[in-house]
């Protein structure tokens, strides 16, 4: 069946690190990406996606590119803040489905 | 727009009582997901529904849970009884047919004592 593998966390950074979360997902057909954070507190929240191979996603200062060939989706940011300290969900959707498959999620802690 | 609207937020009961758990989905989406999220399994989809229908309840973890959607704008999720390894955070989100975004609930955290 579909899966998504994300990166194991804690990630740890200092403020205007670069960020990078790695995804990599199993599916047939041709399956919608996304990532979603969810802050403290909160529900999650869809942060970018991209509905085909080579499309990037971005919002907020990150970005995501759909790579088919090596079947991934990694999340980058150039400079991280505090604020984005967080736990951010990889997902697929496959054609015709629409549940998502999430990723276990990857907490990333953002210090001063 | 409100976004998904989920009652209680909070919900502390003892073992063996009933709980239910409320969500008003968003005005016009007519996919609505349950899901209960925990440190040990992450986040789990119990059910979803199309239009007011369920479609896959496979992630009901056994007979204790049960969901309904009686009309487009409401929906319950009832444990009973409840035990406490049903201690979690219970969300509801809403999607809109052939967008496969959904929008998340602020959850209901659930203790069973």
């Known amino acids: 069946g579909d899966s998504v593998t994300q990166m194991e966390g804690p990630v740890t950074l200092s403020e205007e690190a670069f960020l990078t979360i790695n995804c990599t997902y199993t599916?047939?057909?041709?399956?919608?990406l996304f990532w979603y954070v969810q802050y403290p507190g909160e529900g999650l929240q869809l942060l970018l996606k991209?509905?085909?191979?080579?499309d990037k996603g971005s919002n907020k200062g990150f970005e995501a590119t759909y790579r088919k060939e090596t079947t991934s989706f990694h999340l980058e940011k150039g400079s991280v803040q505090v604020s984005d300290s967080a736990v951010y969900f990889c997902?697929?959707?496959?054609?015709?489905?629409?549940?998502?498959?999430f990723g276990t999620g990857t907490r990333l802690l953002v210090s001063p | 727009d409100a976004g998904v609207i989920q009652s209680p937020r909070h919900e502390v009961t003892e073992m063996g009582q009933e709980v239910t758990l409320r969500c008003k989905p968003i005005?016009?989406?007519?996919?609505l997901f349950w899901y209960r999220q925990t440190m040990m399994r992450g986040l789990e989809l119990l059910i979803y529904?199309?239009?007011?229908?369920?479609?896959?309840d496979s992630g009901m973890p056994e007979d204790r849970f049960s969901a309904k959607m009686p009309n487009a704008s409401f929906s319950t999720l009832k444990i009973q009884p409840s035990e406490p390894r049903d201690s979690a955070v219970y969300f509801c989100?809403?999607?809109?047919?052939?967008?496969?975004?959904?929008?998340f609930g602020p959850g209901t955290r659930l203790t069973v004592t």
């Open positions: 989100a809403s999607s809109l047919n052939n967008d496969y975004e959904q929008y």
């Open positions: 599916a047939t057909g041709y399956p919608s």
């Open positions: 991209a509905t085909k191979a080579d």
């Open positions: 997902a697929l959707s496959n054609t015709g489905f629409q549940k998502l498959v």
């Open positions: 005005s016009g989406h007519d996919y």
């Open positions: 529904f199309n239009n007011n229908v369920p479609i896959d």
